[in-house]
């Protein structure tokens, strides 16, 4: 089975936000990407602004043919400008002001009640909603009991894991199994510190993941390789991870 690349293109922000340019702009990149291959684009609208703005995710809720993912967290401004564009889906993330980048997932069994009802109001919307947890079974099932389409189970222990690497990876194929035997409706996609590198091991190791979202390492090979070129090797990495778990 394939997998899906949503590629984040947040990081094309961050470089036009240093500057206070209008370039490079996240709406071309993003043309780029659909037209190298790519299943979707991802943007993570954050409280500070600090990459994608609001009127990137409008401007891409027009242009994007693909499907457009909203990683938000779930406060009642994010919720009324996800309800107003309509992005294809939405990914619940937690935020914290002060990170560098989103460094936990979320805690669905701690906060069931209020993130059941953002899913719910989306859901009312037509909206489905994603949620980025840590590989842990029990995430998975209050995910489920959420309402949720799908989860996303946090690589970034795994990508930065060094020699437990090898240990994260069986922590989330047992999250991924997990969740596909007991809740075979819950999609489930993956991301975080990706890079060509550690993607096709990853892919192999979890046959349950069908979807990946993968950004700033994308970004960056795009500096030296463009990012037509960077979109299909990717793809390749996804491909020859694909191919090793399905011998
Ligand atoms: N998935 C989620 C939920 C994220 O918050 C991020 C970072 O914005 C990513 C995937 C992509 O991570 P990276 O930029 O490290 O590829």
Known sequence: MT???????????????????????PVHAAALCELAGCDGITVHLREDRRHIRDRDVRVLRDT?????????????????????????????????????????????????????????????????????????????????LAGAAAIELHTGDYAHGGTRAPAELVRLGAAGAHATRRHPSLRVAAGHGLTLRNTSPLVAAVPSIVELNIGHALVADAVFMGLEEAVSRYRDAIEAGAAERDE
């Open 64 to 144: 994007v043919g693909t499907l457009l993912n909203l990683e938000m967290s779930a406060t009642e401004e994010m919720l009324a400008i996800a309800l107003e564009t309509k992005p294809d889906l939405v990914t619940l993330v937690p935020e914290r002001r002060e990170e560098r980048t989103t460094e936990g997932g979320l805690d669905v069994v701690g906060n069931a009640a209020a993130i059941g009802a953002a899913v719910a109001r989306l859901r009312d919307a037509g909206i489905p909603t994603s949620l980025f947890i840590d590989p842990e079974s029990a995430q998975v099932d209050a995910s489920a």
């Open 3 to 25: 997998v899906a690349l949503h590629v984040n293109v947040d990081h094309v922000a961050t470089l036009r936000n240093a500057r206070g340019t209008r370039y490079p702009d």
